[in-house]
């Protein structure tokens, strides 16, 4: 079994940042990818951004060019610079990690989930 355990999310105004955390039992390398998602009252969970074993990057349009996905090899965390918040990106944000299985699917696990919520 995987353990996914976020930090870094909470209240903030318009326009100011947060960096989220998640820090895995297992190597990041041993993983296909590693990403955050996230999901608002009312709507499906959604991806942000993710990060594969190789190091390419993915973002969602909506947070293009404000949010960061990056991670630290050697402390198997991954983390998500926020910039330039706005009212919207207010959700649970979610941490995954997608592990490659024999018959070539992939397997899903997920961190409990991390408040964020921008609001003046």
């Known amino acids: 079994q995987v353990q996914l355990v976020e930090s870094g999310g909470g209240l903030v105004q318009p326009g100011g940042s947060l960096r989220l955390s998640c820090a895995a039992s297992?190597?990041?390398?041993?993983?296909?990818?590693m990403g955050w998602y996230r999901q608002a009252p009312g709507k499906e969970r959604e991806l942000v951004a993710d990060i594969l074993r190789g190091g390419s990057t993915n973002y969602a349009d909506s947070v293009k060019g404000r949010f960061t996905i990056s991670r630290d090899n050697a402390k198997n965390t991954v983390y998500l610079q926020m910039n330039s918040l706005k009212p919207e990106d207010t959700a649970v944000y979610y941490c995954n990690a997608r592990q490659e299985v024999p018959s070539g699917y992939f397997r899903d696990f997920w961190g409990q989930g991390t408040q964020v919520t921008v609001s003046s």
């Open positions: 297992r190597r990041f390398l041993s993983f296909y990818a």
